[in-house]
């Protein structure tokens, strides 16, 4: 991707799944890397499969003082930051009717607050520089109905209203807009299916499989890049047609 090479890009929740394809995937583009994760017993690993990564911060991005420490770290190790993939995030499967308060919180805390917090120490050291890139993970969980997520829908349509609003107060030094993947076949996402339950989705989905990690970190690659200088304030689908029809498509 034009323009990439040498950009300062920092992942969050980078220790897994489509954090570390996207870790990956910049580094390929000659970009320097920092990774933040949660995950300290995943530091090593992480390291030893991506040695090229300029440093791994090991940051809760819902809580204010670890987000501020460990991007000030970040920014430190690779002289400051251009490009942020702001994809930490958990998930929770069960009914409404069954979340606590407790469970809703710390959904939340994460996906939406730990968005928030990690895009505001970013973004404003990014409007004190030279500018950057802002890319915030949504889901179509965000853009259509499904049960069993109502706490994991409520915070990604939370991050599409957040991004909408970021990229018009920011423009036009900060570009901020929002990837929103349907299935991927991430770790997260295997541990909740059964074999019998994966094959029921893959054949709800036109292409008839889950997106590879490596297929989001190749879409977050062009939104970044100099290829796509005047996208900002949307919200970008990759879910192999899955939402494209109603329930007569399923």
Same mark, same amino acid.
């Given at each position: /991707?034009?323009?990439?090479?040498?950009? $300062?890009? &920092?992942?969050?929740?980078?220790?897994?799944?489509?954090?570390?394809?996207?870790?990956?995937?910049? &580094?390929?583009?000659?970009?320097?890397?920092?990774?933040?994760?949660?995950?300290?017993?995943?530091?090593?690993?992480?390291?030893?499969?991506? !040695?090229?990564?300029?440093?791994?911060?090991?940051?809760?991005?819902?809580?204010?003082?670890?987000?501020?420490?460990?991007?000030?770290?970040?920014?430190?190790?690779?002289?400051?930051?251009?490009?942020?993939?702001?994809?930490?995030?958990?998930?929770?499967?069960?009914?409404?009717?069954?979340?606590?308060? =407790?469970?809703? =919180?710390?959904?939340?805390?994460?996906?939406?607050?730990?968005?928030? &917090?990690?895009?505001?120490?970013?973004?404003? $050291?990014?409007?004190?520089?030279?500018?950057?890139?802002?890319?915030? /993970?949504?889901?179509?969980?965000?853009?259509?109905?499904?049960?069993?997520?109502?706490?994991?829908?409520?915070?990604?349509?939370?991050?599409?209203? *957040?991004? $909408?609003? /970021?990229?018009?107060?920011?423009?036009?030094?900060?570009?901020?807009?929002?990837?929103?993947?349907?299935?991927?076949?991430?770790? /997260?996402?295997?541990?909740?299916?059964?074999?019998?339950?994966? =094959?029921?989705?893959? $054949?709800?989905?036109?292409?008839?499989?889950?997106?590879? !990690?490596?297929?989001?970190?190749? *879409?977050?690659?062009?939104?970044?890049? =100099?290829?796509?200088?005047?996208?900002?304030?949307?919200?970008?689908?990759?879910?192999?047609?899955?939402?494209?029809?109603?329930?007569?498509?399923?």
């Amino acid at each position: /991707m034009k323009g990439l090479t040498g950009k $300062r890009v &920092l992942v969050t929740g980078g220790a897994s799944g489509i954090g570390t394809a996207a870790a990956t995937r910049f &580094l390929e583009e000659g970009a320097a890397v920092c990774v933040l994760d949660r995950d300290a017993e995943a530091r090593e690993a992480t390291l030893q499969r991506l !040695p090229e990564l300029s440093a791994y911060v090991v940051a809760d991005v819902s809580r204010p003082e670890e987000v501020e420490a460990g991007v000030a770290a970040a920014a430190g190790a690779m002289g400051g930051i251009d490009v942020l993939i702001n994809n930490a995030g958990i998930s929770v499967r069960h009914p409404f009717l069954e979340i606590t308060p =407790e469970e809703w =919180e710390r959904v939340l805390s994460v996906n939406l607050t730990g968005v928030f &917090l990690v895009a505001r120490a970013v973004a404003g $050291r990014m409007m004190e520089g030279r500018g950057g890139v802002i890319l915030n /993970m949504a889901s179509t969980n965000a853009l259509a109905g499904y049960p069993l997520y109502a706490d994991y829908n409520a915070s990604k349509a939370g991050v599409v209203a *957040l991004t $909408r609003t /970021m990229a018009l107060e920011l423009a036009p030094k900060v570009r901020v807009a929002a990837v929103a993947p349907g299935y991927v076949l991430t770790p /997260m996402q295997r541990a909740e299916y059964t074999d019998a339950m994966l =094959e029921e989705v893959n $054949r709800k989905v036109p292409m008839g499989r889950h997106a590879r !990690p490596e297929e989001v970190a190749a *879409l977050f690659a062009f939104l970044a890049s =100099e290829e796509a200088p005047f996208i900002t304030g949307h919200v970008y689908v990759i879910d192999g047609g899955e939402i494209a029809g109603g329930l007569a498509s399923r």
